[in-house]
């Protein structure tokens, strides 16, 4: 999101008039970033700061896009009884706008993870129509080989009969290390392939999906908004406006 007017944002919720909004900031009961709100022409980034109307915090931002790091030992879902969700890390504001992570990656992979409320979004980018291209990292026990590259590229079909698309295999260094390329998302995918090879992976670590590459500034558990460009990439990806 970009920088905008008070009064804007908060009619964009349709929960008060102009009139009311106007009245609402003179009487001091609009508070922004720890103090309140001085005119109506103020402007303030919501995807940054939280608005608050009497104490409570008002979404106006129409989505948010998150950018984040997943480290190991998380779940990737927005609720779970018995095991630390990746909403976790989150700020509580974040939490209660609903979001949810676009697709899944393992409680023990690591890397990038997009999370938004912007269910038509999520929908594109994870259709295999679409054919959103996510690459990871992984480490294997074992050596891979161009007989791997070949097997991958061609499309491989599981025992349980699971039909995999063409992926691509760079192999790195002495074969123990790889770059998968997946246009799908199936459940533990990456791992029931490669062990498919008789290489199980011993390490797992998603870098981009689509344009969107994980942020190198990124520690484990941190994360960041993704930029308008950013954002915009992935809407043109997904043919959302
Ligand atoms: N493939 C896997 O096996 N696990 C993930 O977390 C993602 C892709």
Redesign the pocket.
Known sequence: MALERVDKLLASTGRWSRREIKDLIRQGRVWAAGRPVARPEEKWDPAEVELQVDGQGVDCAPHVYVMLHKPAGLVSATQDSRQATVLSLLPEHLQRRGLFPVG???KD?TGLLLLTDDGPLAHALLSPRKHVD?V?YARVDGALDRTDVEALAAGMVLEDGLHCLPAGLEVLGDGSECRVT?RE?K??????MLAARGKP?VA?H?LSMGPLALDGGLAPGNWRFLTERETAQLKSLGGCP
């Open positions: 899944r990656l393992d992979t996510k990871y997946l998302g459940y533990h995918q990456v791992k029931r992976v797992l998603r």
